[in-house]
């Protein structure tokens, strides 16, 4: 018999977010895929998700879920496991969703298993690949039986098309506590940029502490605009100060998947190599023969990478004017 397993969607823009169509792709290769979709835009955004791998949306078009943080999720959530019994919860990593899973494994007694890479079921067991380590991995599971979590790394899968499927969309019809909104969201603020996301870039020029001051990151930035591409960081300059979070890449930063992804100044720490070590092609720049970015990277250049970004940037313009 098939395994029945939830998504929350999340609904960026007035649109399921990628990182939900993700895990929603992945599901549907496991089981039966449901999706949970909540806020003023669910019912528009519901039909769609069978495109994406779903047999079955719940829907909650309540504007209450726009206003407040978290809670009126999880009472949602809750109300429905306590009618059904999935067997997984597979959710995609955000701020919001990691909050919503914790609550609910502490309410339900539910395992919770985070950073996934890959899940499968052998029979009845559900494994789940995590990385360890740095290069290493190791398989979980959740050793009892009934309804368990899992959060998902974001990128760690496709987001798939399964053409001609339309999905059953049920009305759910849950009474929101006032207990529940008290975490209110008063403003929300953008943050203006150029370029694409580096979530989403498809070349990404990133910086570390080799370039040895914040006024050299310049070159980074000067790189990734002639590229077409976005600029990152690594944590270490990103805890220095040159550079808000928003451009950290790392374990404990953003994970990115890249066709191109070009290292200057990065040693290769475990930490940052766990947020992009999935990219397509990686080139590496570095005076250090010896550090750890090398061994991941496809194309190595030992050189000071001051000397090196300069001479890039012309001749990529170069090459574009002859275009």
């Given amino acids: 018999m098939a395994k029945t397993i939830w998504v929350l969607v999340e609904i960026e823009d007035g649109r399921p977010a990628r990182s939900s169509l993700e895990v929603l792709s992945k599901a549907a290769h496991l089981g039966r895929a449901e999706a949970i979709v909540l806020g003023s835009a669910a019912a528009t955004v519901a039909p769609s998700l069978g495109e994406f791998g ?13 206003t407040y943080l978290t809670l009126p999720a999880v009472d949602t959530l809750s109300a429905l496991l306590q009618r059904q019994q999935p067997d997984l ?20 007694n539910l395992g919770l ?6 899940l499968r079921y052998e029979g009845e ?7 360890w380590g740095g290069e290493n991995v190791v398989v979980a599971t959740h050793p009892y039986q009934g309804t368990g979590i899992v959060l998902a790394r974001p990128k760690a899968f496709s987001v798939e098309r399964f053409e001609g499927r339309q999905a059953e969309i049920e009305q759910l019809t849950v ?12 403003d929300r603020v953008e ?35 002639v590229l077409g591409g976005a600029p990152g960081a690594t944590r270490a300059i990103v805890d220095a100060g040159w550079l808000p979070y928003s451009y950290q890449i790392g ?20 930490q940052h190599l766990a947020g992009m070590k999935g990219s397509k092609y990686i080139i590496a720049i570095n005076k250090d023969e010896h550090a750890p970015i090398f061994s991941v990277a496809d194309l190595g250049i030992v050189g000071d990478v001051l000397t090196i970004l300069p001479q890039l940037i012309e001749e990529v313009k170069r090459r574009k004017t002859q275009l």
């Fill in 191 to 225: 943050v203006q940029s150029e370029g694409p996301a580096l979530e989403d870039a498809s070349i990404i020029v990133s910086g570390g502490r080799g370039l040895g001051k914040p006024e050299n990151y310049r070159l980074v930035e000067e790189l990734a605009t």
């Fill in 89 to 108: 919860l597979l959710f995609p990593t955000t701020y919001d969703v990691r909050d919503i899973a914790a609550r609910l494994s502490a309410r339900h």
């Fill in 54 to 66: 779903a047999e079955k949306v719940y829907v909650h078009a309540d504007p209450t879920y726009d």
């Fill in 113 to 118: 298993i985070t950073d996934a890479t890959d």
């Fill in 125 to 131: 067991r559900l494994e789940v690949t995590v990385p």
């Fill in 175 to 186: 009474t929101l506590r006032p207990e529940s909104q008290q975490m209110k969201i008063l």
């Fill in 251 to 270: 374990q404990t930063g953003k994970t990115v998947k890249p066709t191109l992804y070009i290292a200057c100044g990065i040693s290769g720490a475990i």
